[in-house]
């Protein structure tokens, strides 16, 4: 087994269950890509089992910090049915669900998504990469599905030094190889294409904030409705689905909104209620200002504005005039439900920047409630870091 040592004073994160080895902790030692390697401190000390990757700032991710603990094939079994433990407990209103998200499943750079009977993985760091045909076989084994599709065509890939991969892992010889799946959502269906969706297919994180919005564009009394960043209409359900007479989806893609358009029918809902908007919701805003136009309730669910706290004071520019706008756009009393997935942006600087957008536009609100992702994306006390999605419920004074 090959040793990592750390200068010392850089096993501080490890002692306390963090997860990452950035490569300036690193006094000496290497490895191949993926390959398993023992962690110490400067005097020798065990501190954990870890992937090395070569390539990567973050130059180990930890598997274990228990040094009786073999990083082998039942590990990754008992890993993954842990993960799956948890979701049982959690009873998910769907049929669509986080299966393991990374670190705070014990599995650093892997994501299962579950739609229906097919599995959807992302392979984003050189650990489980170099563990891909094993964890596969284990995910199968777990769920006791069939069919399991890669997904692994993020940019971060590139970080690890890993080539964009997608495609179906496993599958029955006789299946098809249809990537087009319909989900259950609390009440609702949506259609999800494993193969050309964003992610895994679907915003999965959102699921309880969509049905929080359908409960309070009911409770306010909501008749019309501005969805930003819309993608394949989420939240444009769940607003009629709250009795909205009205929804405007507004997104850069055509083909998200097409499928947006056939979710409001899969639902039942009169296609009159609905309209689909292909510009960018930006220039969208500052229009229907213009034109003197007002909505009751406005979703914002942007696109990651800051991958990285380095592009944070960017990114809270854009952020703030959206929502500045936005403000300027609802009625008296009207919903704003706005979000940021930037791992850039913590919670307290969204905060921030949303009442700094509130500021400049002479308006003030009642903060709701604080959303954040579904408890099947959890966020463990030592990786704070996993709490990416952070959101307001405001309602406008």
Same mark, same amino acid.
């Given at each position: 087994?090959?040793?990592?040592?750390?200068?010392?004073?850089?096993?501080?994160?490890?002692?306390?269950?963090?997860?990452? #080895?950035?490569?300036?902790?690193?006094?000496?030692?290497?490895?191949?890509?993926?390959?398993?390697?023992?962690?110490?401190?400067?005097?020798?000390?065990?501190?954990?089992?870890?992937?090395?990757?070569?390539?990567?700032?973050?130059?180990?991710?930890?598997?274990?910090?228990?040094?009786?603990?073999?990083?082998?094939?039942?590990?990754?079994?008992?890993?993954?049915?842990?993960?799956?433990?948890?979701?049982?407990?959690?009873?998910?209103?769907?049929? !669509?669900?986080?299966?393991?998200?990374?670190?705070?499943?014990?599995?650093?750079?892997?994501?299962?998504?579950?739609?229906?009977?097919?599995?959807?993985?992302?392979?984003?760091?050189?650990?489980?990469?170099?563990?891909?045909?094993?964890?596969?076989?284990?995910?199968?084994?777990?769920?006791?599905?069939?069919?399991?599709?890669?997904?692994?065509?993020?940019?971060?890939?590139?970080?690890?030094?890993?080539?964009?991969?997608?495609?179906?892992?496993?599958?029955?010889?006789?299946?098809?190889?249809?990537?087009?799946?319909?989900?259950?959502?609390?009440?609702?269906?949506?259609?999800?294409?494993?193969?050309?969706?964003?992610?895994?297919?679907?915003?999965?994180?959102?699921?309880?904030?969509?049905?929080?919005?359908?409960?309070? #564009?009911?409770?306010?009394?909501?008749?019309?409705?501005?969805?930003?960043?819309?993608?394949?209409?989420?939240?444009?359900?769940?607003?009629?689905?709250?009795?909205?007479?009205?929804?405007?989806?507004?997104?850069?893609?055509?083909?998200?909104?097409?499928?947006?358009?056939?979710?409001?029918?899969?639902?039942?809902?009169?296609?009159?209620?609905?309209?689909? %908007?292909?510009?960018?919701?930006?220039?969208?805003?500052?229009?229907?200002?213009?034109?003197? !136009?007002?909505?009751?309730?406005?979703?914002?669910?942007?696109?990651?504005?800051?991958?990285?706290?380095?592009?944070?004071?960017?990114?809270?520019?854009?952020?703030?005039?959206?929502?500045?706008?936005?403000?300027?756009?609802?009625?008296?009393?009207? %919903?704003?439900?706005?979000?940021?997935?930037?791992?850039?942006?913590?919670?307290?600087?969204?905060?921030?920047?949303?009442?700094?957008?509130?500021?400049?536009?002479?308006?003030?609100?009642?903060?709701?409630?604080?959303?954040?992702?579904?408890?099947?994306?959890?966020?463990?006390?030592?990786?704070?870091?996993?709490?990416?999605?952070?959101?307001?419920?405001?309602?406008?004074?």
């Amino acid at each position: 087994m090959k040793s990592i040592r750390l200068h010392p004073g850089k096993e501080r994160s490890l002692l306390k269950r963090h997860p990452w #080895v950035f490569e300036g902790s690193i006094a000496s030692g290497r490895a191949d890509a993926g390959e398993t390697v023992r962690v110490e401190a400067s005097d020798g000390q065990f501190l954990a089992w870890g992937a090395y990757s070569p390539a990567s700032l973050i130059r180990v991710r930890a598997w274990s910090f228990d040094s009786a603990e073999r990083i082998d094939a039942a590990f990754f079994s008992r890993r993954i049915l842990r993960a799956l433990a948890l979701r049982e407990r959690l009873a998910i209103a769907s049929d !669509a669900l986080r299966l393991v998200h990374g670190e705070a499943d014990g599995l650093p750079g892997l994501i299962v998504d579950r739609y229906g009977d097919t599995l959807c993985a992302q392979f984003l760091a050189a650990g489980v990469e170099r563990w891909k045909a094993v964890i596969a076989d284990a995910l199968l084994a777990a769920t006791g599905c069939t069919r399991l599709y890669e997904r692994s065509d993020a940019s971060v890939r590139e970080l690890e030094g890993l080539a964009p991969a997608s495609g179906w892992l496993r599958k029955p010889a006789s299946d098809g190889g249809a990537t087009a799946i319909t989900i259950r959502e609390h009440d609702w269906r949506l259609t999800v294409d494993v193969a050309q969706g964003h992610k895994t297919g679907y915003y999965l994180d959102q699921r309880d904030n969509r049905l929080r919005f359908s409960e309070l #564009v009911r409770q306010f009394g909501c008749r019309r409705v501005f969805n930003g960043y819309s993608y394949t209409g989420g939240f444009s359900v769940a607003a009629l689905a709250g009795g909205a007479e009205h929804v405007l989806s507004v997104d850069s893609s055509a083909p998200a909104l097409a499928r947006a358009s056939e979710h409001v029918a899969l639902n039942g809902f009169d296609a009159s209620r609905h309209e689909a %908007l292909d510009a960018d919701v930006n220039a969208s805003l500052r229009r229907f200002i213009d034109e003197g !136009a007002t909505f009751d309730a406005i979703v914002l669910d942007p696109p990651k504005f800051a991958p990285t706290a380095a592009h944070a004071e960017r990114a809270a520019r854009a952020y703030k005039d959206i929502n500045r706008l936005a403000f300027k756009l609802l009625a008296p009393g009207g %919903l704003l439900f706005t979000f940021s997935c930037s791992g850039g942006v913590d919670a307290s600087l969204f905060h921030k920047i949303v009442a700094g957008a509130g500021l400049d536009a002479g308006v003030d609100g009642h903060l709701l409630e604080r959303l954040e992702a579904a408890p099947d994306h959890p966020t463990t006390v030592t990786f704070p870091e996993g709490e990416y999605l952070k959101g307001l419920a405001i309602l406008k004074q």
